[in-house]
């Protein structure tokens, strides 16, 4: 498995396909994460923001291979092996998004609370803002995987799908990310800094289920 996490990495750095999602969220931010602003509401909008992008980073990882490289790979290493390869490379790289964005948005943000009334100390924010990033990541990557390839081969079916379960996951009240954004949101209200371990651990067995199906898809799929 390492040599092809290695092998899917070098894949996706080489394509630079993973600019136009990064580049993406890169602008989300620029926008909607302003210098000053309450550290908690940053983080609430980092956090959410980063959802369609691990969903994006998906497609990109599961179809950056031509079908003849797929094949090939698949009869070396296993299609189930393969296709998780290419789902943990983009769940890696949406963490590596995560940790380095709730980073620069914790210094660049006020350390208080909406209004800027309770002081909130930029560590105990961090440790807020970070499971709830990881959360919206773990999500992502999940509707990512159940969206795309090889549940839906079809572009003109995976793409709106894989947008409106993103929209959903971050809006639908019960999805992980949702608690995990809203904590957020009203620890700004209240100057109470929540930590949101169960949305992060929700979030993490979903994501486990979402590959345990594309894994079993593959395998019956795969010639």
Known sequence: MNALLRYQADLLLRSQRWLPPVILYAAFLAVGVQSGQPV????GYTAAALLPVAAWLVRVCVTAEPPAARACVAAARGPVRAHLACLLTA???????????TAVVTLIS???S??????????RAAAAGLPATLAC?????????????????STGRAVPAMLLGALLSVVATGS??????DGLVT??????????LLPLAGAALLTAGAFAAAARLTARRTP
């Open 187 to 196: 620890g700004s209200q209240t100057g109470r800094v929540p930590v949101p």
């Open 40 to 43: 908690l509401d940053s983080l």
């Open 91 to 101: 769940l890696i790289a949406s963490v590596l998004l995560a940790v380095t964005a």
């Open 137 to 153: 990541a773990l999500l992502g990557t999940a509707v990512g995987a159940l969206t795309n390839r090889p549940l839906l081969r």
């Open 110 to 112: 006020d350390p208080a």
């Open 114 to 123: 909406n209004g800027h009334r309770i002081h909130v100390a930029p560590l």
């Open 176 to 181: 992980p990310a949702q608690a995990a954004v």
